[in-house]
């Protein structure tokens, strides 16, 4: 058995930072159960050098485990533990595009791209469809989408990306930047703006974007599709068809920045009145095997709200470790449940 060390990616928010190993732990024990046979045992903290790391016992783990694991969310470096030495083990992540797709957008109230990204890990890893983690074109829906960080990481991914929101001024904001992006970094495209009509009448805009992060990919047809609709997300299934995504995943808002907003009870702090009424039109909107991941604030919510009507909730092991503290208002867990 061979001991191995994960070295914690440095994070600018010194909250997120406070928790990362902890969530660390709990991400890679999930990667553990889902996609690794559960070769991996010994998960504990540890401190080399004054710095923090993850550490975990294995037989050697060869290159189709290393690409898995380097997709953890706050991975920075693996290495072997040889005596009193450290022998990096390399790392090749699914980064479709430079990492500044997700790091450039700043603006109050934005998740951080770490937690967003663990969200999106094990939510995929959650479904049926997780070991086809590096080789299936995702389809992912982020419900309450904002300001896109969720569907750039999914991009990053090289998954298909949808939103919805009906925030006005966030769709505005995420369309004018993903389109000055991908001008800016000569990425292959064609891009689409109009109004969503049903029944003549227009239920919002959209934007929607083939891309492709290889030239070579965009001429022959191999391309991502981003689709974002300025709607509100309980008409989705008069949007989207039925089963259509293998992952939907999203952050509830918190009550803080960003309130709830239905149209039988307007704007609340709870999410617990737009998740009532969203959660059926999820649901609907999810193939079977997939899963669901919602962040929310659990000082507005009890994890009972979050969960999806037809929905099987995890509520065991890692799944009960992903809580933290973001600031005195904000304490947020996740809650990840699949389609049968």
């Given amino acids: 058995m061979t001991r191995y060390a994960l070295l914690i990616l440095p994070s600018s928010n010194r909250v997120y930072a406070g928790a990362s190993t902890a969530l660390t732990r709990a991400e890679l024990e999930v990667f553990n159960g889902a996609v690794l046979g559960g070769r991996l045992s010994e998960l504990s903290d540890a401190t080399i050098g004054g710095v923090p790391y993850v550490t975990f016992t294995a037989d050697d783990i060869g290159a189709g485990d290393t690409a898995l694991l380097a997709n953890l969310s706050s991975i920075y470096a693996l290495f072997a ?21 997700i790091t450039i957008p700043k603006y109050q109230g934005k998740t951080n791209e770490q937690f967003t990204k663990l969200l999106l890990n094990v939510t995929l890893l959650s479904s049926a469809f997780a070991p086809a983690m590096l080789d299936r074109q995702f389809a992912v829906l982020d419900p309450l989408c904002g300001r896109g960080t969720t569907l750039n990481q999914a991009l990053m991914y090289g998954f298909d990306a949808t939103g919805i929101d009906r925030d006005q001024q966030d769709f505005d904001a995420y369309s004018a930047f993903i389109q000055a ?160």
């Fill in 81 to 101: 533990v040889e005596g009193d030495l450290l022998r990096p083990v390399w790392l090749r992540p699914l980064a479709r595009f430079d990492d500044d797709l």
């Fill in 181 to 340: 992006w991908l001008k800016r970094k000569r990425v292959k495209h064609h891009a689409e703006r109009g109004p969503v009509r049903r029944n003549r009448r227009v239920l919002g805009r959209r934007l929607q974007i083939s891309l492709a992060a290889a030239k070579d990919d965009y001429r022959a047809g191999v391309t991502q599709h981003l689709d974002v609709v300025n709607a509100d997300t309980t008409r989705a299934l008069d949007i989207f068809r039925p089963a259509a995504f293998d992952l939907i995943v999203t952050d509830a808002p918190y009550g803080v920045q960003h309130g709830s907003r239905t149209a039988a009870r307007g704007l609340a702090r709870s999410p617990a009145g737009l998740l009532a009424e969203a959660a059926p039109v999820w649901t609907a909107l999810l193939r079977s095997g997939g899963a669901c991941g919602i962040a929310w604030n659990t000082l507005v919510a009890r994890r009972e709200t979050a969960s999806g009507t037809g929905l099987e909730p995890l509520e065991s092991g890692p799944y009960l470790e992903f809580g933290h503290r973001v600031d005195q208002a904000i304490v947020r867990d996740i809650l990840v449940a699949r389609k049968p």
